[in-house]
Protein backbone atom coordinates (compact mmCIF):
# COMPACT_ATOMS: atom_id res chain seq x y z
CA UNK A 1 0.00 0.00 0.00
CA UNK A 2 1.19 3.41 -0.92
CA UNK A 3 2.28 5.60 2.50
CA UNK A 4 3.96 9.14 3.01
CA UNK A 5 5.75 9.34 6.51
CA UNK A 6 7.10 12.68 7.49
CA UNK A 7 8.82 11.56 11.30
CA UNK A 8 9.91 14.96 12.26
CA UNK A 9 6.58 16.25 14.16
CA UNK A 10 8.77 20.07 14.41
CA UNK A 11 11.52 22.11 13.41
CA UNK A 12 12.93 25.07 15.19
CA UNK A 13 15.52 26.68 13.48
CA UNK A 14 17.58 30.00 13.45
CA UNK A 15 16.82 32.75 10.76
CA UNK A 16 19.63 32.85 8.04
CA UNK A 17 20.30 29.06 8.32
CA UNK A 18 19.99 25.74 5.87
CA UNK A 19 16.88 23.30 7.21
CA UNK A 20 16.14 19.60 5.94
CA UNK A 21 12.89 18.22 6.51
CA UNK A 22 12.74 14.44 6.16
CA UNK A 23 10.07 12.46 3.79
CA UNK A 24 9.53 8.81 2.84
CA UNK A 25 7.20 7.31 0.82
CA UNK A 26 6.33 3.55 -0.16
CA UNK A 27 5.27 2.83 -3.72
CA UNK A 28 5.12 -0.55 -5.63
CA UNK A 29 4.94 1.99 -8.70
CA UNK A 30 7.94 2.52 -10.94
CA UNK A 31 6.73 5.70 -11.97
CA UNK A 32 5.53 8.60 -9.73
CA UNK A 33 5.86 11.93 -8.74
CA UNK A 34 6.57 13.55 -5.40
CA UNK A 35 5.72 16.77 -3.98
CA UNK A 36 6.00 19.40 -1.29
CA UNK A 37 3.72 21.94 -0.10
CA UNK A 38 3.58 24.67 2.81
CA UNK A 39 0.68 25.88 4.96
CA UNK A 40 0.93 29.42 6.13
CA UNK A 41 -0.57 30.40 9.78
CA UNK A 42 -3.35 31.56 7.86
CA UNK A 43 -4.13 28.28 6.78
CA UNK A 44 -3.13 28.68 2.91
CA UNK A 45 -1.74 25.67 1.17
CA UNK A 46 0.99 26.01 -1.26
CA UNK A 47 2.48 23.85 -3.92
CA UNK A 48 6.14 24.43 -3.86
CA UNK A 49 8.46 21.98 -5.35
CA UNK A 50 7.89 18.28 -7.33
CA UNK A 51 10.42 15.82 -7.94
CA UNK A 52 9.73 13.16 -10.71
CA UNK A 53 10.87 9.79 -9.86
CA UNK A 54 12.59 8.96 -13.37
CA UNK A 55 15.03 11.91 -12.65
CA UNK A 56 18.11 12.16 -11.50
CA UNK A 57 18.53 15.61 -11.17
CA UNK A 58 17.08 17.00 -7.58
CA UNK A 59 14.51 19.38 -8.60
CA UNK A 60 15.07 23.24 -7.15
CA UNK A 61 13.04 26.45 -7.12
CA UNK A 62 14.01 29.55 -5.54
CA UNK A 63 15.69 28.60 -1.78
CA UNK A 64 13.93 25.26 -1.90
CA UNK A 65 15.35 21.97 -3.04
CA UNK A 66 14.98 18.64 -2.91
CA UNK A 67 17.35 15.72 -2.03
CA UNK A 68 15.96 12.99 -3.85
CA UNK A 69 17.22 9.66 -2.90
CA UNK A 70 15.16 6.58 -4.91
CA UNK A 71 17.22 3.57 -3.04
CA UNK A 72 15.83 4.88 -0.13
CA UNK A 73 12.46 5.84 -0.84
CA UNK A 74 13.56 9.26 0.79
CA UNK A 75 12.95 12.61 -0.83
CA UNK A 76 13.78 15.94 1.71
CA UNK A 77 13.26 19.56 1.59
CA UNK A 78 16.22 21.77 1.92
CA UNK A 79 15.59 25.44 2.70
CA UNK A 80 18.82 27.23 2.14
CA UNK A 81 18.81 31.02 3.95
CA UNK A 82 15.70 30.51 5.83
CA UNK A 83 13.50 33.63 6.61
CA UNK A 84 10.84 34.13 9.14
CA UNK A 85 8.32 34.07 6.91
CA UNK A 86 9.29 30.50 5.82
CA UNK A 87 7.56 29.39 9.38
CA UNK A 88 4.70 26.86 8.19
CA UNK A 89 3.86 23.73 8.33
CA UNK A 90 5.34 20.64 5.27
CA UNK A 91 3.50 18.96 3.63
CA UNK A 92 5.33 16.09 1.75
CA UNK A 93 2.88 13.81 -0.70
CA UNK A 94 3.20 11.36 -3.50
CA UNK A 95 0.77 10.36 -7.05
CA UNK A 96 1.39 7.08 -8.67
CA UNK A 97 1.91 7.40 -12.33
CA UNK A 98 1.68 4.05 -13.28
CA UNK A 99 -1.60 2.56 -14.78
CA UNK A 100 -5.27 2.84 -12.68
CA UNK A 101 -6.43 5.34 -10.46
CA UNK A 102 -3.38 8.07 -10.27
CA UNK A 103 -5.24 11.35 -9.93
CA UNK A 104 -5.06 11.09 -6.05
CA UNK A 105 -2.17 12.18 -3.54
CA UNK A 106 -1.27 10.62 -0.80
CA UNK A 107 0.04 12.84 2.15
CA UNK A 108 1.81 12.65 4.99
CA UNK A 109 1.50 14.26 8.27
CA UNK A 110 3.97 17.08 8.13
CA UNK A 111 6.66 18.76 9.70
CA UNK A 112 6.04 22.09 11.75
CA UNK A 113 8.63 24.46 11.11
CA UNK A 114 9.47 27.79 13.24
CA UNK A 115 11.72 29.98 12.20
CA UNK A 116 13.63 32.05 14.84
CA UNK A 117 15.10 35.80 14.62
CA UNK B 1 -5.68 36.62 -9.35
CA UNK B 2 -7.12 33.38 -7.17
CA UNK B 3 -7.56 30.06 -9.13
CA UNK B 4 -9.73 28.53 -6.76
CA UNK B 5 -12.05 29.75 -4.81
CA UNK B 6 -14.46 28.27 -2.10
CA UNK B 7 -17.78 29.86 -0.13
CA UNK B 8 -18.55 30.19 2.15
CA UNK B 9 -15.10 30.69 4.21
CA UNK B 10 -16.52 30.42 7.43
CA UNK B 11 -20.00 28.37 8.39
CA UNK B 12 -21.80 27.96 11.29
CA UNK B 13 -24.19 25.42 11.03
CA UNK B 14 -26.94 23.16 13.44
CA UNK B 15 -26.91 19.35 13.79
CA UNK B 16 -29.21 17.74 11.22
CA UNK B 17 -29.07 20.79 9.10
CA UNK B 18 -27.86 20.97 5.04
CA UNK B 19 -24.58 22.30 4.45
CA UNK B 20 -23.58 22.89 0.87
CA UNK B 21 -19.85 24.42 0.20
CA UNK B 22 -18.58 25.46 -2.87
CA UNK B 23 -15.74 24.96 -5.20
CA UNK B 24 -14.87 27.12 -8.31
CA UNK B 25 -11.83 26.82 -10.47
CA UNK B 26 -10.54 28.56 -13.07
CA UNK B 27 -7.58 26.67 -13.66
CA UNK B 28 -9.11 24.86 -16.62
CA UNK B 29 -8.39 21.25 -14.55
CA UNK B 30 -9.80 18.07 -15.27
CA UNK B 31 -9.82 16.71 -11.62
CA UNK B 32 -11.30 18.08 -8.50
CA UNK B 33 -10.73 17.20 -4.84
CA UNK B 34 -12.29 17.99 -1.68
CA UNK B 35 -10.44 17.40 1.99
CA UNK B 36 -11.28 17.86 5.17
CA UNK B 37 -8.16 18.80 7.70
CA UNK B 38 -8.24 17.77 11.41
CA UNK B 39 -5.03 17.94 13.45
CA UNK B 40 -3.45 14.79 13.53
CA UNK B 41 -4.98 13.58 10.82
CA UNK B 42 -3.41 15.74 7.91
CA UNK B 43 -5.70 15.85 4.59
CA UNK B 44 -7.98 13.53 4.16
CA UNK B 45 -9.77 12.80 0.53
CA UNK B 46 -13.42 12.93 1.27
CA UNK B 47 -14.34 13.30 -2.71
CA UNK B 48 -13.04 13.82 -6.08
CA UNK B 49 -14.23 13.91 -9.57
CA UNK B 50 -12.51 13.57 -13.12
CA UNK B 51 -14.81 16.60 -14.70
CA UNK B 52 -18.25 17.35 -15.60
CA UNK B 53 -20.68 15.09 -14.00
CA UNK B 54 -18.39 12.66 -12.69
CA UNK B 55 -17.86 11.87 -8.84
CA UNK B 56 -15.37 9.61 -7.39
CA UNK B 57 -15.45 8.45 -3.23
CA UNK B 58 -12.41 9.19 -1.76
CA UNK B 59 -11.26 7.78 1.47
CA UNK B 60 -13.62 8.74 4.09
CA UNK B 61 -17.02 9.84 2.43
CA UNK B 62 -19.90 8.62 4.44
CA UNK B 63 -21.92 11.77 5.54
CA UNK B 64 -20.51 13.50 2.65
CA UNK B 65 -22.13 13.64 -1.06
CA UNK B 66 -20.38 15.64 -4.10
CA UNK B 67 -21.85 17.27 -7.23
CA UNK B 68 -19.61 18.87 -10.39
CA UNK B 69 -22.07 20.39 -12.67
CA UNK B 70 -19.79 21.73 -14.78
CA UNK B 71 -15.64 22.03 -15.34
CA UNK B 72 -15.44 24.84 -12.94
CA UNK B 73 -17.83 24.06 -9.90
CA UNK B 74 -17.32 21.30 -7.35
CA UNK B 75 -19.72 21.02 -4.50
CA UNK B 76 -19.73 18.97 -0.95
CA UNK B 77 -22.80 18.71 0.17
CA UNK B 78 -23.78 17.45 4.40
CA UNK B 79 -27.07 16.41 3.94
CA UNK B 80 -27.87 15.89 7.59
CA UNK B 81 -24.70 18.05 9.33
CA UNK B 82 -22.88 16.46 12.86
CA UNK B 83 -20.66 17.54 15.16
CA UNK B 84 -18.27 15.64 14.23
CA UNK B 85 -17.92 17.34 10.56
CA UNK B 86 -16.63 20.10 12.36
CA UNK B 87 -13.16 20.68 10.33
CA UNK B 88 -11.72 22.81 7.78
CA UNK B 89 -12.59 21.65 4.23
CA UNK B 90 -10.54 22.28 1.13
CA UNK B 91 -10.68 22.21 -2.58
CA UNK B 92 -8.22 21.54 -4.84
CA UNK B 93 -7.94 21.13 -9.04
CA UNK B 94 -5.32 19.19 -10.39
CA UNK B 95 -4.81 18.34 -14.27
CA UNK B 96 -5.16 14.67 -15.12
CA UNK B 97 -2.71 14.31 -17.84
CA UNK B 98 -0.40 16.52 -19.60
CA UNK B 99 2.28 16.97 -17.37
CA UNK B 100 1.05 19.01 -14.25
CA UNK B 101 0.58 16.54 -11.29
CA UNK B 102 0.58 18.99 -8.58
CA UNK B 103 -3.12 19.92 -7.28
CA UNK B 104 -3.95 23.79 -6.26
CA UNK B 105 -5.68 24.94 -3.27
CA UNK B 106 -8.06 26.91 -2.61
CA UNK B 107 -8.51 29.17 0.87
CA UNK B 108 -10.59 26.47 3.00
CA UNK B 109 -14.23 26.69 5.00
CA UNK B 110 -13.76 26.70 8.18
CA UNK B 111 -17.19 24.55 9.02
CA UNK B 112 -18.69 24.60 12.90
CA UNK B 113 -21.45 22.62 13.08
CA UNK B 114 -23.17 23.36 16.73
Known amino acids: AQKVTQTQTSISVMEKTTVTMDCVYE???????LFWYKQTASGEIVFLIR????KKENATVGHYSLNFQKPKSSIGLIITATQIEDSAVYFC??????????????WGLGTSLVVNP | EAAVTQSPRNKVAVTGGKVTLSCNQT?????MYWYRQDTGHGLRLIHY???????EKGDIPDGYKASRPSQENFSLILELATPSQTSVYFC?????????????FGPGTRLTVL
Open chain 1, 93 to 106: AMREGGVGDNSKLI
Open chain 2, 92 to 104: ASGARTGGTYEQY
Open chain 2, 49 to 55: SYGAGST
Open chain 1, 27 to 33: TQDSSYF
Open chain 1, 51 to 54: QDSY
Open chain 2, 27 to 31: NNHNN
